[in-house]
């Protein structure tokens, strides 16, 4: 079974599961829901936790020895196992499953660990322990996700933002969902009525909005001028290396190259994005940039990149941010005015 983290309260309300698969990229998602697994788990006589981390040095004994070492007075255990960043091992996998076997009522098993991709989720060790168990995504919410997640928060809170106040909250802390709930948190605090209204917020928070240089990429591809320039804003007030960006930027540029040559070619679209890999919900975004970024403007956009790397290697008084900037805007489709470089 799978379930979102905002519908695990109701699933607990309904039993227990043996195994519950906690998987995804952000923290306070998988905090909260480990938090509620462990609290229903309480109330059913689980009084015990034991926790191991997956890796190399890892005595499997250990872990089974948990499972075979109730006796008649014994408290019940839940047992969370949390699994590396990279890919299991053959070993570990194989480990892994032979753990199912040892598994009872009076076991709970929490399985934690990063962002799945398709394949992983079809690995024998995971439809193993998914088949009586749980699978909760705990991932970040996307830009166009986030509104309906807030609203969410808000509606549990007892909170009462207007729109305007939902897209603001929305901008201000995408990335961090963190500060999000303290934010939330501290307007409920402020504001016993529970109205949320620009003012009110403006008064109340500032600005704790976290990117990435993916997220840059996906605004870029998506042509959205200005939340890349936001972006790329908010990139240089953290600190972030430019040259990072550079190398972000123009690894999805040469890619973006690859599959104009290969479309040039005759290879149908999806043929296209099968052989790269593309996830299905990207297709749509990647067709329209394909249609908008013919092959002489991306290596022309190239060539910029390029000039802008030259830029920040050579001339330490020059100004690179304004010029990512310009090439940010120059990618989604808008003229830009520049000086020739130097």
Known sequence: MRIYPEQLTQRLSQGLCQTYLLFGNEPLLKQESIQSILNASLQQGFEEKHRFSV????????????????????????????????ALTAAQANALKALEPFLHQDILLILDGPRLNKKQESAQWFTLFQKNGVYI??????????????????????????????????????????????????????????????????????????????????????????????????????????????????????????????GASGMGLNTLFDHFRVWQNRRPILTAALHRLPQPRLMLLLHRLADIEVMVKTDFDSQPWPALSAFTIEMCGHPVMREPVN
């Open 55 to 86: 890796d190399n040095q890892l005595n499997w004994q250990e872990v089974y020895d948990v499972c075979q070492a109730l006796s008649l007075f014994a408290s019940r255990q839940v047992l969370i196992l949390t699994l590396p960043d990279s």
């Open 137 to 262: 995504p705990c991932n970040t919410p996307d830009a166009r996700q986030l509104p309906r997640f807030i609203e969410a928060r808000c509606r549990e809170l007892h909170l009462k933002p207007d729109h305007e106040s939902v897209m603001l909250l929305a901008q201000w802390h995408e990335g961090n969902l963190l500060a999000l709930s303290q934010s939330l948190m501290k307007l409920q605090l402020l504001y016993p009525d529970g109205a949320l209204t620009l003012i009110r917020l403006q008064e109340a928070l500032s600005r704790h909005n976290h990117y990435t240089p993916f997220q840059l990429t996906d605004a870029l591809i998506e042509g959205k001028a200005k939340r890349a320039v936001r972006i790329v804003r908010q990139l240089q007030a953290e600190g972030v290396e430019i040259t990072l960006l550079l190398r972000v930027i123009q690894k999805e540029l040469v890619q973006l190259c690859k599959m104009q040559e290969y």
